[in-house]
Structures are given as structure tokens and as C-alpha cells.
């Protein structure tokens, strides 16, 4: 069943989104490296070997949900991915993916914005766990209470499907949406949603192009090809035309012949209890 978050969809059962860092701390055990590896999640670009060592920290989102042929490269951050799709960059713990999407190294989200318009723009009017200024208030014995503020929040990336994110790619706080097919520069810093199947480049990003024609582009976002599986697209060859991807499976869609992929998760609930045996 799909879902629609911040009008993207998604194909990965059980997705949730959730404006918080809600996540949860084990340590890699054996156990965990078995249930990687039966449910096909890798953590190596060319190898099916275990990147991590035993006692290992992975913190695990609470609305995690992974999908089998996913590949974990940096990090231990689990966050939710969709099939075929690689992270080489540990990405804040609420990110989402969809599927078919390439995260490169050194992507990353800036740090939440201050609130200028206070008398001072210091984390003391809104910090509640400032080691610091907590040790100074319990010295002189003064009580002040921080007022959060929603500048001070760092909210989800998003990031679709068939999305190619390049190198050292930084994103506002703020909650960036990726939309489908989006291509983003190496070096690119994000500040507002990326279009489908847009290319954006620089400081702040813009769009300089987009991979397809408007009735290209429409076709795919009507198709949503990566709501299947690739070995069901029988007779298409990797470097045919997009036109001519789009008829054949345009027709195997029509005819009935394509199953939507709909493979087991992986969510917090399956790390609970991996302790050694």
C-alpha cells in the first residue's frame, strides 16, 4: 500500500513520518549480522561482509523501515530506505528514502537555525541540556526556563524515489522534500524542495535543468516504475531511449503483467532481543 509524505509516494510498508529524532541505542551482535543478512541488507557497496564490529553502537529510528537490497555504507544511523536504493553518508536519524535513490558521502543537514529576535541568540533561551549553562544556574542558584521555538528544530529530510544526491551535499533544517527522479550537484546546499526529476546545483541550490522533457516527466510520475521490482520489466534493455522504457512498461502495466513490490521490513521491533545466544 502507498504512502504519501509531504506529497511524495512511497512503497515501503509501515512508513511513518515523524518530526522528531525518535530513535533507539543497541549494539551490534552477531545475531544483528544474521538479520541483515537474511533480510538482504547490506552495509558494504561490493561485499556481502558485515562493516561493523560486535558491540558496535546503531541507533535504530523508531519508524524505521527498511527494505530488503538496501546497502548501509557509513555510520549507524538505521534509517528508513526503500529497495535498491544505498546511503554512503550517515544521514540524520528521521531521514526517509524511497527506492532506486543514490545517497553519496558527506551529505548531511545543517544544524537547527537561533532565534535572532531574542536578546541574545544564544542557546540559553531555548536549551534545556546545555552541560554549561545548567552547571552556572546550579551555582548561583538561579532558575530559568528555556522557551522552545520551532527555528531551534531540526525536521526530516525527505528524499524520494530514483533521487542521485552527489557528494557533500548539505540540507537546510528546516525539512527539505526531494522529490522523484531530483538529481542535486556535489558540493549543492539545499534550502527549498527540489522538484521532480529536477537538477539543481550551487549555493543556495537551483534548478539549472530537468532531466526530461514536461510530458516525459509526466509519464514517469504517472507510472511510478519504482513501485516494482526491476526483474519484472521483461525485454528492456538498461540504455533504452525513456521513451521507449516508458511504452514497454506502459504496456505491461496496462496488461495487467506487473506486481506492485511489496517485500517484508525491517523496523525496530526486529532488533529488540538480538542479544548473543
Avoid: C
Avoid at 87 to 99: A, C, E, Y
Avoid at 150 to 158: A, D, F, R, V
Avoid at 206 to 218: A, G, L, N, Q, S
Amino acid at each position: 500500500m502507498a504512502t504519501e509524505i509531504k506529497g511524495v509516494t512511497f512503497f515501503q510498508k509501515g512508513l511513518v513520518y515523524e518530526k522528531e529524532h525518535f530513535s533507539k541505542r543497541f549494539s551490534f551482535t552477531s545475531e544483528t549480522g544474521k538479520m541483515f543478512k537474511a533480510h538482504r541488507i547490506f552495509t558494504h557497496f561490493m561485499s556481502a561482509d558485515s562493516r561493523f564490529r560486535l558491540n558496535e553502537r546503531l541507533d535504530v529510528a523508531r519508524n524505521a523501515s527498511v527494505e530488503p537490497y538496501t546497502i548501509f555504507t557509513s555510520g549507524g544511523h538505521v534509517f528508513s530506505m526503500g529497495a535498491f536504493s544505498y546511503s554512503q553518508s550517515n544521514l540524520p536519524i528521521h531521514t526517509i528514502i524511497g527506492r532506486y535513490s543514490v545517497i553519496s558521502a558527506g551529505v548531511g543537514e545543517m544544524g537547527p537555525n537561533h532565534p535572532a529576535n531574542r536578546f541574545t541568540s544564544s542557546t540559553l533561551t531555548y536549551e534545556a541540556h546545555n552541560v554549561a549553562l545548567n552547571a552556572y544556574k546550579e551555582d548561583v542558584d538561579v532558575h530559568i526556563d528555556p522557551v522552545s521555538s520551532n527555528l531551534t528544530k531540526q525536521y526530516p529530510i525527505i528524499i524520494g524515489n530514483d533521487v542521485w544526491i552527489g557528494e557533500n551535499v548539505t540540507f537546510s533544517s528546516k525539512g527539505i522534500v526531494v522529490n522523484d527522479g531530483a538529481v542535486i550537484g556535489a558540493d549543492s546546499v539545499v534550502t527549498k524542495d527540489v522538484p521532480p526529476y529536477a537538477v539543481v546545483v550551487g549555493v543556495p541550490a537551483h534548478v539549472i535543468k530537468y532531466r526530461f522533457d514536461p510530458e516525459t516527466i509526466k509519464r514517469l510520475m504517472a507510472l511510478k516504475w519504482w513501485q516494482y521490482d526491476f526483474g519484472q520489466f521483461t525485454n528492456i534493455k538498461v540504455d533504452d531511449p525513456i521513451d521507449k522504457f516508458l511504452d514497454e512498461v506502459e504496456s505491461l502495466q496496462a496488461a495487467g503483467k506487473l506486481k506492485t513490490y511489496e517485500p517484508e521490513i525491517v523496523t525496530m521491533a526486529d532488533f529488540d532481543g538480538l542479544d548473543e545466544k
